[in-house]
């Protein structure tokens, strides 16, 4: 019976129930490893006994309000009066993943099968099989620097924000009652700038690939700096065929497309 906090060792996975917090570093018993304990990692549980059974709730990041409310549940047990009505809820990350698709995404994003769709399949392949409150800010960095090694920061960035608004529904819903994970995680620099133009022959090899339809397309986007959103959104009334401009309705811009 006590008050502790989980740890996971990140090469082995195995997971540890310490109730030092003080510790800064830990060995793993199982491949010897030493790997660090943040402060901002725990997350604090109670233990106790109930009619003969053993019950566990997770509280959150304050080890002073677990010991609080660890005593009162003693009081609660020793007087007849604990119920065992505030019992953790506790939900796999896949599931809430579904729900958060469900009744947010196609709900706010009409591009959510090719945006969000997208996100959360790469997040459940790295989450899945975890409770939601087993996702810490360590391994949300550890997602951060898996990802970082296969794409762009940006793509990692963008990855990370719909994690963030996943656990904050999850919060606004009921469903986790601890701190967002992603919080403490900062999110990369990004770069923008273009790193190169097509070269004269890298143009032509690319034009010579393309069927009539899609010349067209990537002709318009190579003189433009278009999108394919944008090229495919045009309309006649969009081009101004004297002046040579194309106008962007969703953006204050205009395009001269006969300039040289």
Known sequence: ??????????????????????????????????????????????????SGKRKREHIGPSKVLAETILKKRVVEVAEGKYLDVKKESRIKFEDFAAEYLELHCKTNNKSWLKTDSQLITVLKRHFSGKYLDEITPHLVEKFKSDRIAEVAPATVNRQL????????????????????????????????????????????????????TLRTIVIVALNTGMRRGEILGLKWRDLDVKRGVIYLQNTNSTLDIFSE
Request: hydrophobic share 35%; aromatic share 12%; glycine share 2%.
């Open 161 to 212: 924000a719909c994690l963030k608004s996943l656990f904050n529904k999850a919060i606004a819903w009921n469903k986790f009652n601890g701190s967002n994970p992603v919080k403490a995680v900062k999110l990369f620099k990004e770069n923008n700038q273009r790193l190169r133009f097509l070269e004269r022959e890298e143009i032509s090899k690319l034009l010579s690939v393309c069927n009539r």
């Open 1 to 50: 019976m006590g008050v502790y906090y989980r740890a996971t060792c990140p090469h082995c996975q195995k997971r540890y129930e310490l109730v030092d917090d003080r510790l800064k570093s830990f060995q793993c018993e199982q491949c010897a490893m030493v790997f660090p304990i943040k402060a901002q990692d725990r997350n604090f549980y109670i233990d106790f006994s109930a």
